[in-house]
T-cell receptor
């Protein structure tokens, strides 16, 4: 059973639209949630982190967390072709032991923004 | 540039070779990690080091041997690998946090693309 699940896509949106990326996780005690962007052939780049229920906005990006539903999402407003990449959802485990940076990743969602 | 540097960027090795991957972080972090990224699979955590001590070995075969001489440097020694070990190997680091703050973001190096022939 997968611990972090994402729709692998590809998700295709037109330029200027809102892209919505979703992620569910199985560990109810998970504490921290991250979205990474990975361009083809490159390493993952952290774009958002969220630790408590609700929304967190940073520029065109909004992360949403619902711990009761074990669900985290990323919205990208005014999508640009440069946003085309694989978006990785990552979760840290619940309390107990050392969890610094011990991330469990989803498979990633491929996003394509077409002009 | 994330402050985490990996060398080499590409490596082709035979199954009988011995090679090492190097990672160096300039961020003052105390935790370092090796992750493996294979095609069509999620990123997999391999090893975790906190303050130079190995705190996690995620059931990694012994043909992969990590070494962490100090908080800024991390190595992955490779020997008698298999073709299925071909993947992107990513090093990451993160800052220390108090036990009351679980989990923190990890910053990745550019990775080493390994091909075993």
């Amino acid at each position: 059973q997968k611990e972090v699940e994402q729709n692998s896509g590809p998700l295709s949106v037109p330029e200027g639209a809102i892209a919505s990326l979703n992620c569910t996780y199985s560990d109810r005690g998970s504490q921290s949630f991250f979205w990474y962007r990975q361009y083809s052939g490159k390493s993952p780049e952290l774009i958002m982190s969220i630790y408590s229920n609700g929304d967190k906005e940073d520029g065109r990006f909004t992360a949403q967390l619902n711990k009761a539903s074990q669900y985290v999402s990323l919205l990208i407003r005014d999508s640009q072709p440069s946003d085309s990449a694989t978006y990785l959802c990552a979760v840290t485990p619940g309390a107990g032991g050392t969890s610094y940076g011990k991330l469990t990743f989803g498979q990633g969602t491929i996003l394509t923004v077409h002009p | 540039e994330t402050g985490v540097t990996q060398t080499p960027r590409h490596l082709v090795m035979g199954m009988t070779n011995k090679k090492s991957l190097k990672c160096e972080q300039h961020l003052g972090h105390n935790a370092m990690y090796w992750y493996k990224q294979s095609a069509k699979k999620p990123l997999e955590l391999m090893f975790v080091y906190n303050f130079k001590e190995q705190t996690e070995n995620n059931s990694v075969p012994s043909r992969f041997s990590p070494e962490c001489p100090n908080s800024s440097h991390l190595f992955l020694h490779l020997h008698t690998l298999q073709p299925e070990d071909s993947a992107l190997y990513l090093c990451a680091s993160s800052p220390h946090r108090d036990r009351g703050h679980w989990g923190t973001e990890a910053f990745f190096g550019q990775g080493t693309r390994l091909t075993v022939v």
